[in-house]
């Protein structure tokens, strides 16, 4: 019985795991939403004046959290019996949530860009994207904004 348990706790955290990757919020300045697809959007043209390295904070939308939860209350129920198997089972879903929590923001969490672009009407703009964009100080580039207020500096 164990075994499955085992077997069936490492099957939720992969699953889970998958949707925490596929949810990673896009800072990829050539991947679009399905709501930014066949939408109107402004286009500016500017040269780069400067480019910074930053962190882009992973998602915290309580999936970690919740797969965790569970995979601690099937662990900790693995633990103990009687009156001890529900502490067991408590602890391990509140260590669980933690690590779960923990473990979905550091999977999501990546390296970014930030890009000061000075527009062709002087206005300088700050934009911080994802770095599968190669940009260098004085390229020519379009920042494209969306009415959600999303916005891209691309070549």
Known sequence: MRTRQIFTFVGSI?????????????TNPN?????????????????????RAVEIEGSKSGAGAV??????????STIGGGSGKN??????????????????????????IE???RLDSGESVS????TDERLVIGDRVRIISS???????VR
């Open 31 to 51: 991947v679009y939403s399905r709501e930014q697809a066949q939408r109107l959007q402004r286009v500016q043209w500017g040269e780069v004046t400067s480019i």
């Open 87 to 112: 502490v067991a089972r408590a602890l391990g879903t509140i260590g669980g949530a933690i690590a779960g929590a923990a473990i979905e923001e550091g999977v999501t969490h990546r390296r970014g």
């Open 147 to 153: 009415s959600d207020g999303s916005a891209r500096a």
């Open 115 to 117: 890009v000061t672009v």
């Open 127 to 130: 934009i911080v994207q994802g």
């Open 14 to 26: 992969a699953i889970v795991a998958l949707f925490m990757l596929g949810c990673e919020a896009q």
């Open 67 to 76: 797969a965790g939860g569970v995979g601690g209350y099937f662990v900790g």
